[in-house]
């Protein structure tokens, strides 16, 4: 299974110590948007979406890449976020602008992670410490679950 995993993470690079822990379980070769050209994507089967959550949607550089992915029938994604706040709901709503993105073009979504993440900016900062290494190894176990699912 040939994996890539599409990362955009600039704050205080938390979303990248995630995407640092599913990579070498999914043995995922790792790009930024800019870096991905969309047709380049369909040598993949199995492939990540994933950034910090800003103003309440994953970064915009995903989301333009996602509208530029030529249409399939079968390819598996994956979505994933670290974000100040985490939402309780099973359905991540600050996952929604990209997963309706995705699945418009035919992607099926097999699974969905979201841990805190720090947000630096608001007085002493919210989430601070996190991702820590429970957020850590719960985004691990979802990559070993993501490679189970497959089997
Ligand atoms: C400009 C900006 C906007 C943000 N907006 C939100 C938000 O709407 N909801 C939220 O829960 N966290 C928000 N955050 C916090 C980030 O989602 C969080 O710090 C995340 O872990 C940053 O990921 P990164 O370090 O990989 O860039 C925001 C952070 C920044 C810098």
């Known amino acids: 299974m040939r994996s890539l995993m599409v990362l955009y993470s600039y704050h205080h690079h938390n979303t990248e110590k995630v995407a640092e822990m599913i ?8 790009k930024w948007p800019e870096d991905v050209n969309p047709e380049e994507i ?3 089967d199995l492939i990540g979406f994933g950034s910090g959550i800003y103003g309440g949607i994953h970064h915009k550089t995903l989301l333009e890449l996602a509208d530029k992915l030529p249409e399939t029938t079968d390819k598996k994604a994956f979505i994933f976020s670290t974000s100040a706040g985490v939402e309780k709901s099973k359905t991540i709503k600050s996952h929604s602008a990209l997963r309706e993105k995705l699945q418009s073009k035919g992607y099926i979504i097999v699974n969905e992670f979201q841990c805190r993440g720090f947000l630096g900016k608001i007085g002493l900062g919210i989430s601070r410490g996190h991702p820590d290494a429970q957020d850590l190894k719960h985004a691990e176990v979802f990559a070993q679950n993501l490679i ?3 089997d």
């Open 42 to 44: 369909k040598e993949y």
């Open 148 to 150: 189970k699912a497959k």
């Open 23 to 30: 990579v070498p379980v999914l043995g995922a070769e790792i």
